[in-house]
């Protein structure tokens, strides 16, 4: 399946922390246009499994907060359905926040800069 549009080979936008990744998701899809260049309007976000993410045999604690340290590539996915303008179909996109990577933009689709 082609970059971005299933959960084997998702978007990465990691960030410093984990809120700036998600912000920057969302950022990133406010800047995703059709090739028509229509604008893609959220119906929906939900989690997913991550069908790469296996559980390490030792779970490493931050000592001030218990959150886990090994979560690369994160045990969870966002999947975005969204809507293009003036389209009835709509699109499904995986974005990986906790995983650092090159962002690329899927097949389709353009990132339209400010």
């Keep these: 399946m082609s970059y971005g549009y299933s959960a084997e080979n998702p978007v990465v936008i990691k960030n410093a922390d984990?809120?700036?990744?998600?912000?920057?998701s969302?950022?990133?899809?406010?800047?995703v246009r059709t090739d028509e260049g229509n604008k893609?309007?959220?119906i929906q976000r939900y989690s997913v499994e991550n069908p790469k993410y296996r559980k390490p045999g030792i779970t490493l604690r931050?000592?001030?907060?218990?959150v886990p340290l090994s979560y690369v590539p994160g045990p969870l996915l966002d999947c975005y359905i969204l809507k293009a303008e003036n389209e009835s179909d709509t699109?499904?996109?995986y974005?990986?926040?906790y995983l650092k990577g090159i962002v690329k933009v899927p097949n389709g689709l353009k990132f339209e800069k400010e």
């Design 18 to 24: 984990l809120n700036n990744s998600i912000g920057s």
């Design 26 to 31: 969302y950022y990133y899809l406010s800047r």
């Design 40 to 42: 893609l309007k959220l």
């Design 62 to 66: 931050n000592m001030y907060t218990g």
């Design 91 to 93: 699109i499904s996109i």
């Design 95 to 97: 974005i990986n926040p």
